[in-house]
Structures are given as C-alpha cells and as structure tokens.
C-alpha cells in the first residue's frame, strides 16, 4: 500500500511524498508543463517547515495529473 501526503511551500512550490509498503520514500514536484516529476529526497524535510501547508484531498483533486 502507497501513502502519499501533497504539500505547497510557502513560494508556491508543490511536491508529493510517497511512502511505499516497506517504507521506501520518494518525492516528486508538480512542474506546469511536464507533470510530476522526480525531485531529491532532501526535499522531505520541506514538509516540516512552518510556512508549508499540507493540501486537502479537495485541493489535491483540483491538481493536474
């Protein structure tokens, strides 16, 4: 089973991180043309951060695929 948290920085940056069944980690940014795309997993600790929000499930349907 995958789990997947969607969040947005403060400067407008979106990025997923995705927690597979054994606990591997991956993050992906939202880029405008392309979709979503592999980012660097250091980027995990940007969800931690007090000016990022973790979007709603509402919000996240409204995102390109």
């Keep these: 089973m995958r789990e997947t948290s969607v ?3 403060a400067s407008g940056m979106i990025f ?6 054994e ?3 991956a ?3 939202l880029d405008k043309d392309t979709g ?3 980012a660097q997993l250091g980027m ?3 969800r931690i951060a007090p000016t990022t929000v ?3 499930a509402r919000q996240v349907l409204a ?3």
Excluded: A
Aim: hydrophobic share 35%; proline share 7%; glycine share 14%.
């Design 16 to 21: 997923r991180v995705s927690q597979g069944g």
């Design 36 to 38: 979503w795309i592999p």
């Design 54 to 56: 973790r979007l709603t």
């Design 44 to 46: 995990i600790g940007l």
């Design 27 to 29: 993050v992906e940014t």
């Design 23 to 25: 606990g591997h980690l």
């Design 63 to 65: 995102l390109p695929n």
């Design 7 to 9: 969040y947005r920085t």
